[in-house]
């Protein structure tokens, strides 16, 4: 029997830190969706068998996610984090408050009551107590339909706020400084999430979607 490969789609898709080590987990058809230009020029060198598109993926994630298997976003998340609070206020190199961006919560929502595959929402942890309950594994929080063990495999980067690029470009094993773009190479380098987690995350849900493949050939 041909088995179909896995149908995945990579919102938010940036150097594609999640996707590292996906293709060592199944057969694979991703399609990744980043607003950066340059950054999506990266993520096709780094991942050349992936379909890229240029375009919002809050967008696209309404038009299109009830064609994929697996759905994993990470929406912007500076108006949530912890630091954008710490920075906000009176003084020069303050910043103003601002509105958190809803997509976030917008997503969440679509995913669980209208999508019918495994999904994955990745943010910051937040300066505020989270309107809809995540699971926290290390510096990050997710969302998903599915459980998600203690241990993501994740490896520990020491002094991670602070550390240099060449230390995250050796973390990610990805030379930032190839990027030319407008966003600052320190801010991309933080963002990506562990490729090991990324690993675990995808392992685990496909381990569910397997497992239901198999109960529905046996129901035959």
């Given at each position: ?10 919102l ?58 697996f ?49 994955c ?100």
């Amino acid at each position: 029997m041909t088995v179909n490969k896995i149908k995945i789609l990579n919102l938010y898709a940036c150097l594609g830190g999640n996707r590292y080590k996906w293709d060592e987990v199944a057969e694979i058809e991703v399609t990744a969706v980043e607003l950066d230009p340059e950054l999506a020029k990266l993520y096709q060198e780094r991942f050349p068998n992936d379909t890229v598109i240029v375009a919002d993926a809050h967008q696209y994630l309404l038009d299109n996610y009830q064609d994929f298997d697996f759905i994993w976003t990470s929406p912007p998340c500076p108006t949530h984090s912890r630091m954008r609070k710490t920075n906000t206020g009176e003084g020069e190199r303050k910043s103003k408050a601002t509105y958190p961006d809803m997509k976030l919560y917008q997503e969440i929502l679509l995913l669980e009551h209208f999508f019918k595959g495994k999904y994955c929402v990745e943010n910051v942890i937040p300066f505020y107590e989270p309107l809809i309950p995540a699971k926290k594994r290390d510096r990050h929080l997710y969302w998903t339909n599915f459980n998600l063990p203690s241990d993501l495999n994740g490896r520990k980067a020491s002094n991670f706020i602070h550390s240099k690029v060449g230390d995250l470009s050796d973390f990610h094993d990805y030379d930032f400084r190839k990027y030319k773009g407008n966003q600052r190479l320190d801010k991309i380098a933080r963002n990506l999430v562990d490729y090991e987690a990324g690993r675990t995350i995808l392992e685990t849900a496909l381990g569910i979607i397997n497992k239901q493949n198999v109960n529905q050939l046996e129901a035959f």
